[in-house]
């Protein structure tokens, strides 16, 4: 039979219950009969006092204990007396006194004649009388070396003339002690299978009621497994599992954009290649069939198409890598103000054939990050290369690094033109192009800036784009800083 969890938690908790109840429940008994019998001993210490007391009687007649060595019915008679005598708790009739008449059990001590009544605790059995020498006049040597609380003197005008030693009670004999504790036991076990079975109906409705949200979890898992990433989990709770659930929901969430962006992605690079190729197979055909001469013009633009089909390929393979964590990093300390300068020195005769003009605001102290200096002059360039592509001719580019306790911050903003309000965020998606002036005239692969945040997620980095106060486009990177 296969154990499901509702299954495992209900047998769980039923099995603790039994044994907690089930120990509970010995241990009462036990303790119920101890008690008891401890009850029973103090009920017949005091009747062992109030004989003691009719002894006395009995010597102050008599003078002596002899005629209980030759007569030993007189000890019967005594105890007849004692039956008979009101008791101050009232126990006249008490199965736990002495005097109880219980006949269903006939215990009959063997130093007495067969004519003494029933003696349902065997108090007479356990019974010594000890004259003041010492001399036991009725009962065992064992008896008679009963502990010092079941010990009663004779004391007749303030002189003792003998003593009472009671064995004590180790089991109950009479019927209608057994009964009360037989029946006390039989409530405890019937209320213990009481409270097992009301355990064990409340741990199956636990159980189910707690894993209720898994089969929700569950047929959601088995949707998302088919591939249907708009499935979603119901929260019922605000527990574990309900955290569960919103986690379960964030994951299919993230995989269901991750699925439109990747058809979106393999749409666009689609797309992408067929412009590229469409004017490649055209001059091709015009070449072929005479309606172009091969020029060395003609061979250029060829070329050029050609090297920017190898930049759309290299860069999607670039970012391929970086999304499955196979691009190969070289981490180091390096000093970065070092590295901004030397990437900014290769390409200032660049940025002034573009016609702009370049400012730096750098502090005089070095600033160390653990990162690879290869990309992240990659991460740089690439920056340079849209701000060379998209700025304005006259135009100006600032590049400034600040640092704080824990982070560095590097800018590059240019001049105008700008980017839309709404289009800041969307810069880093991949192949996405802003309008007019950020065109695919310029040829761009519109992938530079997702594999700059793909770069830099790696470094523990962040990437994000706003707004320059020169009129264009700022972007701001912020690395953590290292000792």
Known sequence: MRLTIAKKIAVTITTVVMLSIGTMAWITSQNLKRGFISYLGEVE????????????????????????????????????????????????????????????????????????????MGFAQRLALIDAHGKILIGSPDTADAPDDNRQNIIVDKQVVGSLRLAPLQNISNTSGLDFVRIQIQQTIWLAIGLVLIALILSIYLARHLLRPLKSLHKVAKRIAKGQFQARAEVLNQDELGELSKDINSMAKSLQQNQLQRRQMLADISHELRTPLTV?????????????????????????EVIHLNKLVDDVRQLTLADAGDLRYEFARIDITSLLRSV?????????????????????????????????TQVISNLLENSIRYTDNPGTLLCSMTTSRNFVDISIEDSAPGVPAHAHTLLFDRLYRVDLARSRAHGGSGLGLSICKALLSAHDGDIDAMPSLLGGLKVLIRLPLIK
């Open 344 to 376: 900014l020195q290769r390409y200032t005769l660049r940025l002034q054939k573009a016609g702009l003009t370049i400012q730096t605001d750098f502090p005089p102290e070095s600033a160390f990050v653990r990162a690879d200096a290869g990309r992240l």
């Open 45 to 120: 210490q005091q009747d062992l006092k109030k004989l003691s007391q009719l002894l006395a009687e009995d010597y102050r007649r008599v003078g002596n204990f002899d005629r209980f060595y030759h007569d030993r019915e007189g000890l019967q008679e005594l105890l007849e007396q004692l039956h008979q005598r009101p008791s101050n708790n009232n126990n006249v009739n008490n199965p736990l006194s002495i005097a109880a008449g219980d006949q269903s059990q006939l215990t009959r001590p063997s130093t007495l004649p067969q004519r003494i009544h029933t003696d349902p």
């Open 280 to 304: 490649i197979l055209g001059e091709i055909e015009a070449l072929i069939d005479g309606v172009r001469k091969s020029t060395p013009e003609a061979m250029a633009s060829l070329h050029a």
